[in-house]
């Protein structure tokens, strides 16, 4: 089945720092990728979705220069949380589908805790 | 505008027993959904989709969810409960409106007791 990976898994850093994260399609071509936030014990709150060579499309109140995104190839969607802060820690997952457009396919998800 | 209510919070049934989680959603078209399972700190996995064809969805794990129109309702049903079927479980709605982006319920929490 379609296989979706997700980079780090975990990462703890310093309050400032700036933080990647690859969510990378591994057996198909993801047209389309969507990040997600999910605080403890809530829903997923879908942050930006991003078509491949195009600008990422922002949820409202989601701050674009604070959460950069990349989709410059079919296979790989990059996010960046820029300067970050302990509020910005949280579990951050990516999924990825083709152009049929369903369904999505899930990464494992990256546990980002800031000091 | 679509949207998806997951009805119960959390559920707890004992093992061997029938699971039920509760889904209503609400779209302007017609509808593509899915039932997604979480284990504590992993992502999501597909347990099954409805993309207007049987109503009645199998999945994997034995678990299967019936689309009733009339009723706006898309419950996942189990027949025998397993230990390994404590997650959390999410509904999500989807449908063509700005581009198929997906809604997702609150989630349901489902104990399994011993």
């Known amino acids: 089945g379609a296989v979706v990976s997700q980079h780090p898994s975990w990462v703890i850093c310093k309050s400032g720092t700036s933080v990647k994260i690859e969510c990378r399609s591994l057996d198909f071509q993801a047209t389309t990728m969507f990040w997600y936030r999910q605080f403890p014990k809530q829903s997923l709150m879908l942050m930006a979705t991003s078509n491949e060579g195009s600008k990422a499309t922002y949820e409202q109140g989601v701050e674009k220069d604070k959460f950069l995104i990349n989709h410059a190839s079919l296979t790989l969607s990059t996010l960046t949380v820029t300067s970050a802060h302990p509020e910005d820690s949280s579990f951050y997952i990516c999924?990825?589908?083709?152009?049929?457009?369903?369904?999505?396919?899930f990464g494992d998800g990256t546990r980002l805790s800031i000091l | 505008a679509q949207s998806v209510t997951q009805l119960d919070s959390h559920v707890s049934v004992s093992e061997g027993t029938p699971v039920l989680l509760r889904c209503n959603y609400s779209s302007s078209y017609s509808p593509s959904l899915f039932w997604y399972v979480q284990h504590p700190n992993k992502g999501l996995q597909l347990l099954l989709k409805y993309t207007s064809a049987a109503t009645l969805v199998k999945g994997i794990n034995g678990f299967e969810a019936e689309f009733k129109k009339s009723e706006t309702s898309f419950h996942l049903t189990k027949p025998s409960a397993h230990m390994s079927d404590a997650a959390e479980y999410f509904c999500?709605?989807?449908?063509?409106?700005?581009?198929?982006?997906?809604?997702f319920g609150a989630g349901t929490r489902l104990f399994v007791k011993a």
């Open positions: 999500v709605v989807s449908d063509a409106t700005g581009g198929f982006k997906t809604i």
């Open positions: 999924s990825a589908r083709d152009f049929r457009g369903q369904p999505q396919h």
